[in-house]
């Protein structure tokens, strides 16, 4: 299932990114589908949260894999919502800001397909004691650096002042 919720639906790229994506899924569905069964979900709405957790919940891998990214709380809110006792794998993109604490997550290029299409297959076929332990570790790093860990650093960094920049000296020309 991809959800694609509309974003931005004003800027050219991201118009042209959905076309290409409703083509691609119709392509794959028209190709392999079967009149009991469709391989890909494609949503192109918004769901509220509660909906979005339970997603997150019933998917055995959550595949967040952006070419450029902020934090990524997708990332963070699909880990939160995993059942412990049988939890799903995260693969996140080395470009997410998330990436830099999820490093118990399988991290891949995006920019790779082959590197993505490998880690599908290391999550699927992963084993329940290694994805408790993956997940144990993401949790627990997300679980220490919460929101108010992340304010305080936040207003420690605003409240630091900030160093000058030094003057640069005056640039001459050659042979002046």
């Not at 004003?10 to 190709?31: F, H, K, Q, S």
């Not at 998917?59 to 952006?66: F, N, Q």
């Not at 059942?83 to 799903?88: F, L, T, Y």
């Not at 997410?96 to 118990?104: D, L, N, P, T």
């Amino acid at each position: 299932m991809q959800i694609a919720s509309p974003s931005r639906s004003d800027v050219p790229e991201y118009r042209e990114i959905r076309r290409t994506l409703e083509a691609a899924a119709g392509n794959i569905n028209g190709r392999y589908a079967e009149f009991d069964w469709t391989p890909l979900r494609y949503l192109n709405k918004s769901f509220n949260h509660r909906i979005l957790s339970g997603f997150y919940r019933a998917a055995r891998i959550g595949l967040v894999t952006p070419f450029r990214d902020g934090m990524n709380l997708v990332a963070k809110e699909y880990v939160a919502s995993q059942n412990p006792d049988d939890p799903g794998v995260l693969i996140l993109s080395r470009f997410a800001g998330a990436a830099q604490e999820c490093k118990a997550a399988l991290i891949v290029n995006p920019y790779d397909p082959d590197s993505v299409a490998a880690a599908i297959g290391q999550a699927l076929a992963m084993p329940l004691a290694e994805r408790q332990e993956r997940h144990d570790a993401l949790f627990r790093v997300l679980s220490h650096n919460d929101i108010k860990q992340w304010a305080e650093r936040y207003l420690a960094a605003l409240e630091r002042k900030p160093k000058t920049p030094s003057k640069l000296a005056p640039m001459h020309a050659e042979g002046s």
